[in-house]
């Protein structure tokens, strides 16, 4: 005998006696359980699984796996009421809990890795099942193991005993192994689902979103303006950091899965958005990146002899040698003039200078990068900022102001303020300007996406833009990151591209509830035995 229901606005028939969460589940909807599965064991007193019942004008939270359907019975699955009832719920079960429901460097990771699951198949030796589960996150493993700066391992609970598990080396092995192997790790993608993707920008946030858009059965053109991809991992991060070949070898795993890929076109230049839409793409991933440099603001600085830290490191990314001479000045103290300053010395010039307005401490290069660069004779000079560049013969002078640190900006570092009377001059062949970069994203050709500093505006949840049918992630969106970051921004872009041409809309997705261990008492005796254990 059956009997008619309705869940969440929609009329079902069921059998009569089951359980709401078993109707639920044969009519393809989704109820949040804990501690439930019919198959082993009746419904007790741990479980969460709610839902709301209209009764007249009277609304009720009920088990679902405790409360048989009855005809006509309304139930809803998922409201604000609800969802809070849920978590108040959870909190008071887990209200004695001692560890973490989500590893606190998962949490860290912009891509979520499970990085529990891959350590722990590489240490069973499953190297295959390693890869897998860290391309289910990442298809630039390779990279990543390079140039990540890690923010996984400051959050490593091994920091407790000893230090941090080396997560992103262990990453870097697998990816490794995978290279030298005769047929490299390829996944599986979905049928084609005959829905055309736009993906503008070869860079990690558009190729990733191309992988995971690739892999659910889309056919995807990415749009690069560049003659290669790779975006700032190949025209921002010199060769000996990122070797080229590895670049190549993961761009081409994405490539391999059936994407196609159009270089040497720019948006706004040699199309538009409107002009992919009426070619039939479904929707538009924007990835633009940040690639134009931001000025230094002093005067001279158009002068013969200066340059951009991103044209240095782009020229020497296309194989060119430019004449820098013998003495170099790098303006700045982000990773981009520790790589400037390091390449310089490659090239030859027998002094180095980076001039950085405030101390080392503040210096927002990685530690290693600073330290590696003072190893390779790199003279730091710190609390001194460019006032004016002048040319005098072959030569430029670049006239100086020491700075003093008051009160913190914005940023949180304390800001520099000029100590007047202290200005000086440091002459050089060649002056790099590393302080930073900027999304030039209007290019777009359409105001309502962007803010007035050219950054692309796009919901923090879905990236969707307010054209329900572009979505945009990675630099261009949160301005200059790091990769792993753009990397995650691609994969989200992915599921909401995909959620939106099967259903037309695009739903926020809560984050899952999750509880953290505090971090008081770690260094104690009990919870070091406990650990190592």
């Given at each position: 005998?059956?009997?008619?229901?309705?869940?969440?606005?929609?009329?079902?028939?069921?059998?009569?006696?089951?359980?709401?969460?078993?109707?639920?589940?044969?009519?393809?909807?989704?109820?949040?359980?804990?501690?439930?599965?019919?198959?082993?064991?009746?419904?007790?007193?741990?479980?969460?699984?709610?839902?709301?019942?209209?009764?007249?004008?009277?609304?009720?939270?009920?088990?679902?796996?405790?409360?048989?359907?009855?005809?006509?019975?309304?139930?809803?699955?998922?409201?604000?009421?609800?969802?809070?009832?849920?978590?108040?719920?959870?909190?008071?079960?887990l209200r004695n809990h001692w560890g973490d429901c989500t590893a606190p460097c998962v949490l860290r990771c912009p891509a979520h890795i499970d990085i529990q699951k891959y350590i722990y198949h590489v240490t069973c030796g499953n190297f295959p099942e390693a890869l897998q589960v860290i391309h289910e996150s990442n298809p630039l493993p390779a990279v990543c193991g390079r140039v990540c700066p890690h923010p996984c391992e400051d959050d490593c609970r091994r920091n407790a005993l000893d230090g941090a598990v080396n997560i992103n080396g262990i990453k870097r092995f697998v990816a490794d192994w995978n290279a030298g192997r005769p047929q490299p790790y390829k996944p599986v993608c979905l049928p084609d689902t005959n829905y055309k993707i736009a993906v503008v920008g070869a860079g990690p946030a558009g190729l990733s979103a191309a992988w995971f858009l690739r892999r659910r059965g889309h056919a995807v053109t990415i749009f690069e303006m560049q003659e290669a991809a790779g975006g700032m991992?190949?025209?921002?991060?010199?060769?000996?950091?990122?070797?080229?070949?590895?670049?190549?070898?993961?761009?081409?795993?994405?490539?391999?899965?059936?994407?196609?890929?159009?270089?040497?076109?720019?948006?706004?230049?040699?199309?538009?958005?409107?002009?992919?839409?009426?070619?039939?793409?479904?929707?538009?991933?924007?990835?633009?990146?940040?690639?134009?440099?931001?000025?230094?603001?002093?005067?001279?600085?158009?002068?013969?002899?200066?340059?951009?830290?991103?044209?240095?490191?782009?020229?020497?990314?296309?194989?060119?040698?430019?004449?820098?001479?013998?003495?170099?000045?790098?303006?700045?103290?982000?990773?981009?003039?520790?790589?400037?300053?390091?390449?310089?010395?490659?090239?030859?010039?027998?002094?180095?200078?980076?001039?950085?307005?405030?101390?080392?401490?503040?210096?927002?290069?990685?530690?290693?990068?600073?330290?590696?660069?003072?190893?390779?004779?790199?003279?730091?000079?710190?609390?001194?900022?460019?006032?004016?560049?002048?040319?005098?013969?072959?030569?430029?002078?670049?006239?100086?102001?020491?700075?003093?640190?008051?009160?913190?900006?914005?940023?949180?570092?304390?800001?520099?303020?000029?100590?007047?009377?202290?200005?000086?001059?440091?002459?050089?062949?060649?002056?790099?300007?590393?302080?930073?970069?900027?999304?030039?994203?209007?290019?777009?050709?359409?105001?309502?996406?962007?803010?007035?500093?050219?950054?692309?505006?796009?919901?923090?949840?879905?990236?969707?833009?307010?054209?329900?049918?572009?979505?945009?992630?990675?630099?261009?969106?949160?301005?200059?990151?790091?990769?792993?970051?753009?990397?995650?921004?691609?994969?989200?872009?992915?599921?909401?591209?995909?959620?939106?041409?099967?259903?037309?809309?695009?739903?926020?997705?809560?984050?899952?509830?999750?509880?953290?261990?505090?971090?008081?008492?770690?260094?104690?005796?009990?919870?070091?035995?406990?650990?190592?254990?």
């Amino acid at each position: 005998m059956n009997i008619s229901i309705n869940i969440d606005g929609k009329d079902f028939s069921i059998i009569k006696g089951l359980t709401i969460i078993d109707a639920a589940r044969k009519a393809g909807i989704d109820i949040p359980a804990l501690g439930y599965d019919p198959r082993v064991s009746p419904p007790s007193n741990l479980e969460a699984a709610f839902v709301e019942l209209t009764e007249g004008d009277k609304t009720i939270f009920v088990s679902a796996t405790a409360t048989t359907a009855t005809d006509g019975m309304v139930i809803r699955t998922q409201s604000a009421a609800l969802d809070s009832y849920r978590k108040i719920y959870l909190q008071a079960l887990l209200r004695n809990h001692w560890g973490d429901c989500t590893a606190p460097c998962v949490l860290r990771c912009p891509a979520h890795i499970d990085i529990q699951k891959y350590i722990y198949h590489v240490t069973c030796g499953n190297f295959p099942e390693a890869l897998q589960v860290i391309h289910e996150s990442n298809p630039l493993p390779a990279v990543c193991g390079r140039v990540c700066p890690h923010p996984c391992e400051d959050d490593c609970r091994r920091n407790a005993l000893d230090g941090a598990v080396n997560i992103n080396g262990i990453k870097r092995f697998v990816a490794d192994w995978n290279a030298g192997r005769p047929q490299p790790y390829k996944p599986v993608c979905l049928p084609d689902t005959n829905y055309k993707i736009a993906v503008v920008g070869a860079g990690p946030a558009g190729l990733s979103a191309a992988w995971f858009l690739r892999r659910r059965g889309h056919a995807v053109t990415i749009f690069e303006m560049q003659e290669a991809a790779g975006g700032m991992l190949r025209w921002g991060i010199p060769y000996y950091r990122l070797p080229e070949k590895d670049l190549d070898l993961e761009i081409q795993n994405i490539l391999d899965l059936g994407v196609d890929i159009h270089y040497k076109k720019s948006l706004g230049k040699d199309f538009t958005l409107e002009t992919l839409r009426q070619k039939g793409f479904d929707a538009v991933f924007l990835g633009l990146g940040a690639q134009k440099a931001t000025a230094i603001g002093v005067p001279g600085e158009t002068n013969k002899g200066v340059m951009s830290g991103l044209d240095f490191l782009a020229r020497l990314a296309r194989g060119e040698k430019p004449d820098i001479g013998n003495r170099v000045i790098v303006i700045g103290g982000g990773n981009t003039a520790m790589d400037a300053a390091r390449s310089a010395v490659r090239l030859g010039a027998k002094e180095v200078i980076v001039a950085y307005r405030r101390t080392r401490q503040e210096m927002p290069a990685q530690n290693v990068e600073i330290e590696e660069a003072i190893e390779e004779g790199v003279n730091m000079q710190y609390l001194t900022a460019p006032v004016s560049i002048n040319v005098s013969g072959n030569t430029l002078q670049m006239i100086c102001v020491k700075m003093i640190l008051g009160e913190p900006d914005k940023s949180g570092r304390r800001r520099p303020v000029p100590l007047q009377g202290s200005d000086f001059t440091l002459t050089a062949s060649t002056i790099i300007s590393a302080i930073g970069q900027a999304v030039d994203g209007f290019c777009i050709g359409n105001k309502s996406l962007i803010d007035k500093w050219g950054n692309v505006i796009a919901d923090a949840k879905t990236l969707q833009t307010s054209l329900p049918w572009v979505f945009s992630g990675g630099d261009c969106v949160t301005g200059p990151d790091i990769a792993i970051s753009a990397i995650g921004a691609g994969k989200r872009a992915a599921e909401a591209i995909d959620e939106y041409v099967h259903t037309g809309a695009v739903r926020a997705k809560s984050a899952p509830y999750t509880c953290k261990k505090p971090l008081e008492g770690f260094a104690t005796g009990n919870f070091q035995r406990d650990f190592a254990r």
